[in-house]
């Protein structure tokens, strides 16, 4: 009996253990399956988010800010234009204005201001009244005037009276002369203060029939605008003393400085284009109307004078220039020095996206390589590729600021 407990015993632990060995290999594939599904999702997604990455980190060479970040930048974009670019004779200068379009208004005799007429920046006419002055020595001079016209008429006729006698051999020639004399010394006398009043803008014959007049006019001797006003209302004025500034802008001139190097090519009539610093984007033109003879010394330079039109009166005396002596010229698409960006040797230009404006009020830009040409007063000529269109909005300003964004984005990406 003891041995038949003994053995059963021992086959019920068999079978127990080999019950426990089935359902722990089970499990161990069971569990294999659930991680191997996992990695599987897990792969699966890893892979979907490198497909989305790779779309948010979108065109390359492209870069998006918003409208606000352009406005801070003072972003500028312009349509692509061409102009005509040379590689020509580069000039600086100043406009100014020949000596007869400018004039500075002094009296002829002193007196205290009574009136002003013009303020600075008004426009004029020739002969307009610009103040008055006055001055007690003003109607001694009339007064004198009066007094010596009136004496003038019985000296007349005293004169006439005794060259008739003198001519009858009644009257001595010794009165004869002495009244002849003091006829011609007043007569003298009454035209030089007629010609003094006239000076003075005061009318000679109305002073003659007793008209006094307390104050003078103060003139301007040409047309065009006040630029300065020197005097106050009570000032005492002296005589030759500036009280006005006067000039005429329609009669302009450039006064360029051409280098010794280069004065051998220039020649009357020859033409100059220049620009200003209030309008760098236009082109005016100039025609040589003379070549100086004398050279400055510092620097070594000759001046050379050109004609211009200033039709609108917008450009005025003091402006700085600067210009090309034309001598051949092309025509080519052009933009602006700070619209070029380089990199090593490259050169590039952003341009304004088709898509311009996209959601959330952003802006996209497309940065695009180009070949230079031609420098010509603060333009570069450029090639674009072929396939290009040439109705491009290009960054005129703010290109820097646009490369600086997208060297940050990649490297934000790379990260």
């Known amino acids: 009996m003891k041995n038949i407990a003994i053995v059963s015993a021992a086959i019920m632990t068999l079978l127990m253990v080999g019950c426990n060995d089935k359902p722990d290999s089970e499990l161990g594939h069971n569990e294999n399956s659930e991680t191997s599904e996992n990695m599987k999702d897990d792969g699966d997604a890893h892979g ?72 600075p920046g008004d426009n004029i006419n020739r002969g307009q009244v610009l103040a008055y002055i006055e001055h007690p020595d003003i109607v001694a001079m009339q007064q004198d005037y009066q ?74 001797p040409i047309k065009g605008y006040v630029d300065e006003v020197m005097i106050s209302l009570g000032d005492y004025v002296a005589p030759q003393s500036k009280m006005f500034s006067i000039s005429d802008n329609s009669k302009i001139y450039v006064n360029f400085k051409v280098y010794e190097k280069d004065i051998n090519q220039i020649k009357n009539g020859q033409q100059i284009l220049f620009s200003t610093t209030a309008r760098p984007d236009e082109l005016l033109k100039a025609t040589v109307r003379s070549v100086g003879q004398t050279f400055e010394s510092d620097p070594k330079a000759i001046e050379v004078l050109a004609d211009i039109e200033n039709k609108n009166k917008d450009l005025l005396p003091g402006m700085y220039v600067e210009g090309r002596i034309v001598q051949g010229e092309k025509s080519g698409f052009a933009v602006p020095e700070e619209a070029i ?68 984005g990649e490297l934000e990406h790379g990260h």
């Open 341 to 408: 960006v380089k990199e090593g040797e490259q050169s590039y230009i952003f341009i304004l996206k088709e898509d311009g404006e996209t959601e959330g009020n952003t802006m996209k830009f497309k940065r695009i390589p180009v070949s230079t040409g031609v420098n010509d007063l603060g333009f570069v000529e450029i090639n674009i590729p072929a396939e290009m269109a040439k109705d491009l909005k290009i960054v005129t300003n703010g290109a820097y600021t646009l490369s600086s964004e997208m060297v940050k």
């Open 147 to 220: 007094e010596k016209n009136d004496e003038l008429v019985f000296l007349k006729q005293d004169f006439e009276r005794k060259q008739t006698l003198y001519d009858k051999g009644v009257s001595s020639g010794k009165e004869f002369q002495m009244a002849q004399s003091k006829f011609r010394s007043t007569t003298s006398s009454v035209n030089g203060l007629r010609s003094q009043l006239r000076l003075l803008g005061i009318d000679p014959d109305k002073v003659a029939e007793g008209q006094i007049y307390s104050a003078i006019p103060i003139t301007s």
């Open 48 to 119: 979907e988010e490198g497909e989305h990455n790779d779309e948010e980190e979108g065109e390359e060479g492209v870069v998006e800010i918003s409208e606000q970040q352009a406005q801070t930048i003072g972003l500028e974009t312009k349509s692509l234009q061409e102009r005509t670019l040379g590689n020509n004779i580069k000039v600086t200068g100043m406009l100014a204005l020949f000596p007869q379009d400018k004039a500075n208004i002094s009296p002829f005799v002193g007196g205290n201001v009574s009136s002003i007429r013009v303020i």
